[in-house]
């Protein structure tokens, strides 16, 4: 059974950079997408972005083929560690807008769905000098 | 970017009675890439349909889907008090994927 689970700062001050790790255990991290979602306080789902990962790349730590939303796209990174069966979010340049609760999770891909199967519980991160 | 509009923003049902989630897409979506969420008060959210009108593993099929090209329907067949929550439909496209602003679904 996979499990993701979000770790991280729960407290980033304004201007800095924001880094998350969602590490994965039951299955390998290689040829699945890996997405990030945000949910600010009492709002609605937001699509940060994903990365894949084929494996077929020897580095340990490797960005992969990413997508962005454009709202942070100049400010976000998104990597993965093979050693570590990590996926990790950096966000720079952090300002309130960036409070919320953060989420991994998979997206399958096949000819019959795209959806996000297995998610991790969230971690909070607020911004606040 | 398509932009999904949900509706009714909230719905309050008795047990038993059935529900009816719209969600209107922007532009024309993919049966493949449309799906549904379920999330409940300090929870993440969880895939109910994808592909439209398939059920996730585990999903009751009181739950169903349907809908083509921008307008799409999450279909709950005698609500149960477990069903309150929050219901997002959310989109697929090459460029990025998007959620609707969810449909509250309170079970008096």
């Known amino acids: 059974q996979v499990q993701l689970q979000e770790s991280g700062p729960g407290l980033v001050k304004p201007s800095e950079t924001l880094s998350l790790t969602c590490s994965v255990s039951?299955?390998?991290?290689?040829?699945?997408?890996w997405t990030w979602i945000r949910q600010p306080p009492g709002k609605g789902l937001d699509w940060i972005g994903y990365i894949y990962y084929s494996g077929s790349v020897r580095d340990v730590s490797y960005s992969g083929s990413t997508n962005y939303n454009p709202s942070v796209r100049s400010r976000v990174s998104i990597s993965v560690d093979k050693s570590k069966n990590q996926i990790s979010l950096t966000l720079t340049s952090v300002t309130a807008a960036d409070t919320a609760i953060y989420y991994c999770?998979?997206?399958?891909?096949?000819?019959?769905?795209?959806?996000?199967?297995?998610w991790g519980k969230g971690t909070t991160v607020t911004v606040s000098s | 970017d398509t932009v999904l509009t949900q509706s009714p923003g909230t719905l309050s049902l008795s047990p038993g009675e059935r529900a009816t989630l719209s969600c209107r897409a922007s532009?024309?979506?993919?049966?493949?890439?449309l799906a549904w969420y379920q999330q409940k008060p300090g929870q993440a959210p969880r895939v109910l349909m994808y592909?439209?009108?398939r059920r996730a593993t585990g999903i009751p099929d009181r739950f169903s889907g349907s809908g083509s090209g921008t307008h799409f329907t999450l279909t709950i067949n005698t609500v149960a008090p477990e069903d309150s929550a929050v219901y997002y439909c959310q989109q697929y496209d090459s460029n990025a994927r998007t959620f609707g602003q969810g449909t509250r679904l309170e079970i008096k």
């Open positions: 532009q024309s979506v993919g049966s493949t890439y």
């Open positions: 592909g439209v009108s």
């Open positions: 999770a998979r997206e399958l891909r096949s000819p019959l769905g795209y959806h996000m199967d297995v």
């Open positions: 039951g299955d390998s991290i290689t040829s699945y997408y």
